[in-house]
DNA sequence: TGCGATTTGTACGTATGTATT
DNA sequence: CAATACATACGTACAAATCGC
């Protein structure tokens, strides 16, 4: 089973092995918990380095194919089942892609101060100033988005200067704000009164909302709720092996 | 600004390097496009080898902060905006999660053959034989999601022999497609009557409808639809800098 | 308790290949 | 064509963790 590994002659070394080895755990040949040959193996069965071998296997473990310890050696990890990942690209790119037209307008755009509600929500002391932005994203002129936004001035102080005319808050801030952390909550909720008259629908129709919270340096930075017509939207992720 | 970079003299030297460029990446200090120093530089900077200063920048280009390119060197890589990951719990883990019991309990179990329907958004040929199973799933002996399983039998042969009695579906395909490629698309839904009465809802109210699509080799290998009550589930992720 | 053996982790130096300007 | 900068690969060495005796 061990010595069934075979190399594909086609691309780098390092690459080769780790396909070898990959093969067996995603056909699910090697179940998980089982051993998975040590270096100085794979270095006689391939003839490689041992610097290409730990190459090859440590991709294996940044992927979560394997775990690897000392002395024990590396076993192929616990079943991938709870590792799906979803990307949630930006509206302009959602509707784009759809080879519509993109557009978006501004509903609002006002200071405040945190209310207890908002504070609550936002984890932050009540009485912090804040903007808060309200904008709809149309698709060929229609109606595809409502995007609510609460900026932390406390945390954001520039943004109290920038009127959002030309540039949507999303893409202000990807300059402000790269590689934020950021959390995302997904839920479907029933369009009210107001939210069905600025989507244009029928009060009631499930919409799916995305909260996202960022924060910089640890402070709480922004929160965006993001409401899309169920009909029309979709979150879509994919998962594949490395 | 180049010269500012500064090791931090905790943990492998790789991984010192590694953070000492991405500081002024995730700051916004550098800004996408910028040049980062290349891999000569970084030696010279650090007093380090090449192989090691080029395991830095080849993780933070793995990780998608940077882009590298011969000749031209590495530049910081567009913003992160589109590159948010959810993961996707099982129903299981995410009941067990808020500390309430999980059970489940099989609403259906009948083979049938491929109509033109399911044909269609299953992708496979009409009258491909297949195995369907519906699942209630409960937390304290409450509906949580309902879950309807299509497996396409011409790629997993051997679920025809199982009853699925002890072993609820998810968990017995993850010991034979484990890493399989998969889909998801969620949307919003508005409960239709029977989807009601089997979650205890009002018909009319919004749910999230989780669809996944697997593929054994090539080939689709099971058709998923999940159901979640729109109050009381979300889908949570997050992004945060690697 | 300590000690040696095994296995991975890190880091070095070096060499050659390859894509791009 | 030459220079640059990354990509791959070899060999080596020592360190750290851990298991069995």
Tied chains: 1, 2.
């Excluded at 009164?193 to 029928?202: G, H, Y």
Aim: net charge positive.
């Amino acid at each position: 089973m061990t010595d069934s590994l075979a190399l594909d002659g086609t691309g780098p070394l390092h690459e080769q092995i780790r396909r070898a080895v990959c093969a067996p755990i995603i056909s699910g040949a090697w179940q998980p918990g089982r051993r998975v040959p040590s270096e100085h193996e794979l270095m006689a069965l391939f003839g490689a380095s041992r610097m290409t071998v730990n190459r090859a296997m440590r991709t294996l473990a940044d992927d979560g194919l394997i775990v690897r310890r000392r002395r024990t050696g590396s076993v192929v990890a616990s079943a991938a089942g709870d590792r799906a990942v979803m990307s949630m690209g930006s509206i302009r790119a959602a509707v784009e892609a759809g080879g519509q037209v993109y557009s978006y307008e501004s509903l609002a755009r006002h200071r405040a101060r945190a209310t207890d509600d908002i504070a609550g929500r936002f984890k932050i002391a009540a009485g912090t100033p804040l903007l808060n932005l309200s904008w709809r994203h149309l698709a060929d002129g229609r109606p595809a988005a409502l995007e609510d936004y609460w900026i932390n001035l406390a945390a954001i102080p520039e943004a109290v200067d920038e009127m959002f005319d030309t540039v949507p808050p999303a893409e202000w801030l990807a300059t402000r704000l790269p590689w934020s952390k950021s959390r995302y909550v997904v839920t479907a909720v029933n369009a009210g009164a107001a939210m069905a008259k600025l989507l244009d629908l029928e009060p009631g129709i499930a919409c799916l909302k995305v909260d996202r919270r960022s924060w910089r340096d640890g402070v709480p930075a922004t929160f965006v709720t993001c409401l899309y017509p169920g009909t029309g939207h979709a979150l879509t992720g994919e998962v594949a092996p490395p």
